[in-house]
Every structure is written in C-alpha cells, then in structure tokens.
C-alpha cells in the first residue's frame, strides 16, 4: 500500500521533501520578525504566490482561515468582550488601554503565518515522503536506542488508519446526522440523544481498530526507501524567492 501511494503521489511532489521542509522552518523564523504593515503585506502576497505555484486551492486557505479564527481568534475577542464588560460593571478593573490590543493582533498575525506555513508544508508534501526524509535524517538516533523505523512505521499506520476514519466519518456518520435532522417527526431532546449515540458508536469503532494498526505496523516497511536530496530547477527558484523576501522585507 505504501509503494502504491508513492507512486501516485510523488508525481505531485513540486520541491524536494527535504529543501521545502527547511524553506518552511526558515519561512517560520521570519515571520516572527514581521512588524510593521508593509511587512505583514509582503509575506502575505508571498505565501499567496507560494500557495498558487504549490497549486492549492481557494478552499484551502478558506479552510486555514475559519480554523484559524475558531482555535485562536475567536477566544481571544471572547476574552476581549468579557476584560470590557468587566471593565464597564466592576470597579478596578483592567481597561481597554491596559489591553494592548495592537501588538496582540501583531501576534496572532505571527501565529496565523507560522500555522499557514506548516498546514501549506503538510498539505502539499505527500506525508509518505515525509517519513522517508524523517527515517534518513533521524537514523544516527538508532544508535543510542531509539528506535526511530518503529516509531515511523506507528505514524504511518496511524495516518492511514485517521484518513479511513475521516472517510468514514464523511460518508457514513454526516449521512446519520442529516437524517436525524431531516426528521421533523422527533423533538430537540431525541435528536440530540440520536446524535450522541452516532458519536459515541463512531469512537467505540474508532479504539476498536487498535488491532488493525498493528497489523500494520507489522507489515508497512519504510526501510526499503531511501531518502536522496534532489536538487533542480524548482528547488533553486524557491531558494531564490526566499533570498528576495528577505532583501524586500530588510528595505
């Protein structure tokens, strides 16, 4: 199965797995020193470019954005509406002055680029190739007892098994959920308690595929591949594009 989805995905592979994971870290480095607008500006329009060349899509970065804003902006303007109101009722309290409110959007701005980064790295790099470079970069760590094959093939096993699960969950249990709500013949309380009962049949299956990772573990190898560093005509442009965000970002 692994050999398969190599096969299949590595014609999507636009960078070396290697160059592209430390584009990524570097592209993360920067942006913590990202401060002013026009900063912010450029190293927008740059992962937009970089989004478009690596071929996502609007989707993609729709996904990022609503995510984005559920983890981290949303409870921080929560928090926010809840420092003002106590400001307004209780004397003595932090004030909106107090709340530097600027440099904490600068911040969540810093954030924003270090989760798009690393969602884009993983999103456009088969994951595959990924333990590949990993088992190659890591295996001096084999030689004071860590067993780091065994742990790639668990991640593998892993993986597959959470994008069956995902699959599943799509097909199957949202076609659950929507019957229960199409159903105008059942009141709120017995809705809920039906699509209690799909979640916890969904994660009492989920632990029972304790026994398929294993199997897997045992019969996923990751050894066989060998992880060679390409360098061509795309690795040299993206080292380049990193090298004129930073002259443009310095000016």
């Known amino acids: 199965m692994l050999e398969n989805s190599m096969d299949i995905k ?3 592979v636009e960078l070396d797995v290697g160059i592209k994971g430390i584009l990524a870290i570097l592209l993360m480095a920067v942006s913590a020193f990202c401060q002013g607008r026009l900063d912010f ?5 740059y992962l937009l470019a970089v989004t478009i060349l690596l071929r996502s899509d609007l989707r993609f970065i729709l996904k990022n954005l609503i995510s984005y804003g559920v983890i981290f902006i949303l409870p921080y303007f929560l928090g926010l509406l809840l420092s003002l109101l106590a400001g307004m009722f209780i004397p003595n309290t932090i004030s909106i002055n107090h709340l530097q409110v600027t440099e904490t959007l600068i911040r969540l701005g810093k954030v924003f680029f270090i989760w ?3 969602s884009l790295y993983f999103f456009t790099t088969p994951f595959e190739e990924i333990l590949i470079m990993l088992k190659t970069v890591l295996s001096p760590l ?4 860590i067993p780091i094959l065994k742990y790639l093939n668990m991640m593998m096993c892993i993986m597959n098994e959470l994008t069956e699960s995902i699959s599943r969950f799509k097909m199957d249990i949202l076609e659950e959920v929507r019957h229960v709500f ?4 059942i009141g709120f309380k017995v809705k809920l308690s039906h699509l209690a009962n799909i979640l916890v049949s969904f994660i009492a299956n989920s632990l029972q595929k304790t026994d398929a990772v294993q199997k897997q573990v045992e019969t996923i190898k990751i050894n ?3 992880y060679k560093m390409r360098f061509s005509k795309n690795e040299s442009l993206g080292i380049l594009s990193f090298i004129l965000l930073l002259f443009f970002l310095q000016k």
């Open 10 to 12: 590595s014609k999507n």
């Open 41 to 45: 500006i450029i190293f927008s329009l």
């Open 116 to 118: 798009y980064i690393g």
């Open 142 to 145: 084999n030689a004071i007892g």
């Open 182 to 185: 199409k159903d105008k013949q």
């Open 224 to 226: 066989v591949y060998v």
